[in-house]
Protein backbone atom coordinates (compact mmCIF):
# COMPACT_ATOMS: atom_id res chain seq x y z
CA UNK A 1 0.00 0.00 0.00
CA UNK A 2 1.27 3.12 -0.90
CA UNK A 3 1.62 6.42 0.81
CA UNK A 4 0.27 8.09 -2.07
CA UNK A 5 -2.41 6.88 -3.71
CA UNK A 6 -3.03 7.05 -7.76
CA UNK A 7 -5.07 5.57 -9.98
CA UNK A 8 -3.66 2.28 -11.17
CA UNK A 9 -4.84 3.23 -14.79
CA UNK A 10 -5.95 5.38 -17.19
CA UNK A 11 -6.41 5.65 -21.08
CA UNK A 12 -7.17 8.18 -23.78
CA UNK A 13 -7.42 8.22 -27.53
CA UNK A 14 -4.61 9.77 -29.53
CA UNK A 15 -4.67 13.63 -29.32
CA UNK A 16 -7.17 13.48 -26.48
CA UNK A 17 -6.17 14.23 -22.60
CA UNK A 18 -5.48 12.44 -19.56
CA UNK A 19 -4.95 13.54 -15.80
CA UNK A 20 -3.46 11.73 -13.15
CA UNK A 21 -4.32 12.52 -9.49
CA UNK A 22 -1.92 11.74 -6.79
CA UNK A 23 -3.63 12.28 -3.14
CA UNK A 24 -1.64 12.46 -0.02
CA UNK A 25 -2.10 14.00 3.22
CA UNK A 26 -0.39 17.85 4.74
CA UNK A 27 2.80 15.80 5.81
CA UNK A 28 3.57 14.81 2.19
CA UNK A 29 1.87 16.47 -0.62
CA UNK A 30 0.39 19.23 1.74
CA UNK A 31 3.61 20.75 2.63
CA UNK A 32 6.69 19.23 0.23
CA UNK A 33 6.69 19.60 -3.17
CA UNK A 34 5.47 17.09 -5.74
CA UNK A 35 7.63 15.54 -8.44
CA UNK A 36 6.28 13.20 -11.56
CA UNK A 37 8.26 10.58 -13.55
CA UNK A 38 7.46 8.78 -16.83
CA UNK A 39 9.15 5.21 -16.91
CA UNK A 40 8.80 3.22 -20.40
CA UNK A 41 8.82 -0.11 -20.35
CA UNK A 42 12.38 -1.78 -19.07
CA UNK A 43 14.08 1.96 -18.92
CA UNK A 44 14.62 4.11 -15.64
CA UNK A 45 12.04 6.94 -14.69
CA UNK A 46 12.61 9.92 -16.23
CA UNK A 47 11.58 13.20 -14.28
CA UNK A 48 8.80 15.48 -16.26
CA UNK A 49 7.72 17.31 -13.44
CA UNK A 50 8.91 19.04 -10.55
CA UNK A 51 8.37 21.67 -7.79
CA UNK A 52 4.51 21.00 -8.47
CA UNK A 53 4.75 22.75 -11.51
CA UNK A 54 7.85 23.20 -13.03
CA UNK A 55 9.31 21.50 -16.28
CA UNK A 56 13.06 20.50 -16.86
CA UNK A 57 14.33 21.59 -20.40
CA UNK A 58 13.65 18.95 -22.86
CA UNK A 59 9.92 18.06 -21.29
CA UNK A 60 6.65 19.13 -23.78
CA UNK A 61 4.55 21.37 -22.24
CA UNK A 62 1.98 18.34 -23.15
CA UNK A 63 2.74 17.66 -19.64
CA UNK A 64 1.71 20.20 -16.96
CA UNK A 65 1.09 19.71 -12.98
CA UNK A 66 -0.43 21.16 -10.36
CA UNK A 67 -0.96 20.66 -7.10
CA UNK A 68 -4.02 21.61 -4.36
CA UNK A 69 -3.89 20.88 -1.01
CA UNK A 70 -2.94 17.43 -0.81
CA UNK A 71 -3.73 16.36 -3.92
CA UNK A 72 -1.73 16.59 -7.04
CA UNK A 73 -2.24 16.10 -10.66
CA UNK A 74 -0.43 15.55 -13.65
CA UNK A 75 -1.98 16.57 -17.19
CA UNK A 76 -0.66 15.26 -20.33
CA UNK A 77 -3.09 16.47 -23.47
CA UNK A 78 -2.34 15.71 -27.42
CA UNK A 79 -2.13 12.06 -25.89
CA UNK A 80 0.34 9.77 -28.24
CA UNK A 81 1.29 6.43 -28.26
CA UNK A 82 4.69 7.50 -27.25
CA UNK A 83 3.06 8.46 -24.12
CA UNK A 84 1.91 5.14 -23.09
CA UNK A 85 4.05 4.29 -19.56
CA UNK A 86 4.02 4.02 -15.85
CA UNK A 87 3.40 7.25 -14.25
CA UNK A 88 4.63 7.82 -10.64
CA UNK A 89 4.32 11.12 -8.10
CA UNK A 90 6.53 11.42 -5.59
CA UNK A 91 6.83 14.00 -2.47
CA UNK A 92 9.06 13.99 0.63
CA UNK A 93 7.24 13.09 3.94
CA UNK A 94 8.21 15.15 6.35
CA UNK A 95 6.38 12.48 9.66
CA UNK A 96 8.49 9.59 7.74
CA UNK A 97 11.62 11.84 7.09
CA UNK A 98 11.18 9.68 4.14
CA UNK A 99 10.90 10.08 -0.29
CA UNK A 100 7.09 8.40 -0.45
CA UNK A 101 6.65 7.41 -3.82
CA UNK A 102 2.76 6.78 -5.36
CA UNK A 103 1.78 2.99 -6.70
CA UNK A 104 1.82 3.78 -10.05
CA UNK A 105 -0.45 4.97 -12.74
CA UNK A 106 -0.47 2.65 -16.23
CA UNK A 107 -1.30 5.26 -19.67
CA UNK A 108 -3.03 3.22 -22.20
CA UNK A 109 -3.26 5.43 -25.40
CA UNK A 110 -6.48 3.50 -26.93
CA UNK B 1 26.11 16.58 -17.36
CA UNK B 2 26.20 13.44 -14.84
CA UNK B 3 26.25 9.80 -15.68
CA UNK B 4 25.38 7.13 -13.47
CA UNK B 5 26.12 3.21 -13.23
CA UNK B 6 25.16 0.40 -10.93
CA UNK B 7 27.50 -2.34 -10.74
CA UNK B 8 27.62 -5.45 -8.78
CA UNK B 9 26.21 -9.07 -8.11
CA UNK B 10 23.18 -9.99 -9.96
CA UNK B 11 22.02 -13.03 -7.59
CA UNK B 12 22.51 -13.18 -3.94
CA UNK B 13 21.74 -15.53 -1.61
CA UNK B 14 18.87 -15.47 1.10
CA UNK B 15 20.28 -13.97 4.49
CA UNK B 16 23.34 -12.53 2.59
CA UNK B 17 24.18 -9.04 1.81
CA UNK B 18 23.50 -7.74 -1.14
CA UNK B 19 25.97 -4.92 -2.26
CA UNK B 20 26.10 -2.05 -5.09
CA UNK B 21 27.90 0.43 -6.22
CA UNK B 22 27.29 3.40 -8.17
CA UNK B 23 30.21 5.12 -10.21
CA UNK B 24 29.50 8.44 -11.07
CA UNK B 25 30.79 10.24 -14.11
CA UNK B 26 30.67 13.70 -15.25
CA UNK B 27 30.29 15.80 -12.13
CA UNK B 28 31.82 15.52 -8.96
CA UNK B 29 29.91 13.54 -6.26
CA UNK B 30 31.30 15.86 -3.09
CA UNK B 31 30.85 19.48 -4.97
CA UNK B 32 27.47 19.93 -2.42
CA UNK B 33 24.37 20.54 -3.00
CA UNK B 34 22.82 17.30 -4.05
CA UNK B 35 21.90 13.92 -2.13
CA UNK B 36 23.14 10.35 -3.87
CA UNK B 37 20.68 7.78 -3.12
CA UNK B 38 18.93 4.59 -3.84
CA UNK B 39 15.20 3.92 -5.42
CA UNK B 40 13.92 0.01 -6.41
CA UNK B 41 11.70 -1.80 -8.37
CA UNK B 42 10.47 -5.34 -7.35
CA UNK B 43 9.47 -6.86 -10.79
CA UNK B 44 5.93 -5.49 -12.16
CA UNK B 45 5.60 -3.02 -9.20
CA UNK B 46 6.57 0.35 -8.12
CA UNK B 47 9.18 2.60 -6.86
CA UNK B 48 10.21 2.19 -3.26
CA UNK B 49 13.17 4.87 -2.19
CA UNK B 50 15.51 2.71 0.05
CA UNK B 51 18.35 6.16 1.23
CA UNK B 52 20.42 8.87 0.02
CA UNK B 53 23.99 10.17 0.86
CA UNK B 54 25.33 13.66 0.98
CA UNK B 55 28.35 14.78 -0.17
CA UNK B 56 29.79 15.03 3.66
CA UNK B 57 28.48 11.26 4.74
CA UNK B 58 25.33 12.31 6.06
CA UNK B 59 22.90 9.95 5.10
CA UNK B 60 19.20 9.41 5.06
CA UNK B 61 17.45 5.77 4.75
CA UNK B 62 13.44 4.68 4.64
CA UNK B 63 12.49 3.93 8.05
CA UNK B 64 10.78 0.71 6.81
CA UNK B 65 14.69 -0.28 5.73
CA UNK B 66 16.74 1.66 7.80
CA UNK B 67 17.67 -1.29 10.09
CA UNK B 68 19.18 -3.38 7.55
CA UNK B 69 20.87 -0.61 4.81
CA UNK B 70 24.32 1.17 5.14
CA UNK B 71 25.06 3.87 1.93
CA UNK B 72 28.62 4.88 1.63
CA UNK B 73 30.49 7.13 -0.35
CA UNK B 74 34.08 6.91 -1.97
CA UNK B 75 34.78 10.20 -3.54
CA UNK B 76 37.96 9.51 -4.90
CA UNK B 77 36.39 7.14 -7.03
CA UNK B 78 33.60 8.86 -7.85
CA UNK B 79 31.29 6.26 -5.83
CA UNK B 80 28.80 5.56 -3.66
CA UNK B 81 27.04 2.66 -2.47
CA UNK B 82 24.88 0.10 -0.98
CA UNK B 83 24.88 -2.67 1.18
CA UNK B 84 21.60 -4.63 2.46
CA UNK B 85 22.17 -7.33 4.79
CA UNK B 86 19.92 -10.17 5.70
CA UNK B 87 18.17 -10.12 2.23
CA UNK B 88 15.19 -12.34 1.30
CA UNK B 89 13.25 -12.71 -2.06
CA UNK B 90 11.27 -10.04 -1.38
CA UNK B 91 14.13 -8.22 -2.05
CA UNK B 92 14.43 -8.87 -5.28
CA UNK B 93 14.30 -5.41 -7.30
CA UNK B 94 16.07 -3.28 -9.70
CA UNK B 95 18.00 -1.29 -8.05
CA UNK B 96 18.31 2.48 -9.21
CA UNK B 97 21.15 4.70 -8.15
CA UNK B 98 19.70 8.58 -8.61
CA UNK B 99 21.07 12.17 -8.02
CA UNK B 100 18.54 14.14 -5.89
CA UNK B 101 18.50 17.39 -5.98
CA UNK B 102 16.22 19.66 -3.45
CA UNK B 103 12.92 18.11 -4.41
CA UNK B 104 13.53 15.91 -7.24
CA UNK B 105 15.57 13.37 -8.66
CA UNK B 106 16.58 13.96 -12.28
CA UNK B 107 19.45 11.81 -13.38
CA UNK B 108 19.12 7.86 -12.92
CA UNK B 109 21.56 5.23 -14.08
CA UNK B 110 19.89 2.89 -16.30
CA UNK B 111 19.18 -0.05 -12.79
CA UNK B 112 20.41 -3.45 -12.57
CA UNK B 113 18.15 -6.30 -11.59
CA UNK B 114 19.25 -8.28 -8.08
CA UNK B 115 17.62 -11.52 -7.87
CA UNK B 116 17.85 -13.36 -4.23
CA UNK B 117 17.84 -16.88 -4.43
CA UNK B 118 19.62 -19.80 -3.12
Known amino acids: QSVLTQPPSVSAAPGQKVTISCSGS????????VSWYQQLPGTAPRLLIY???ERPSGIPDRFSGSKSGTTATLDITGLQTGDEADYYCVAWSSSLSAWVFGGGTKVTVL | QPQLQESGPGLVKPSETLSLTCTVS??????????WGWIRQPPGKGLEWIGSIYYDGATQYNPSLKSRVTISMDTSKSQFSLNLMSVTAADTAVYFC??????????WGQGTLVTVSS
Open chain 2, 98 to 107: ARQGFSSWYY
Open chain 1, 51 to 53: ENY
Open chain 1, 26 to 33: SSNIGNNF
Open chain 2, 26 to 35: GVSISSGAYY
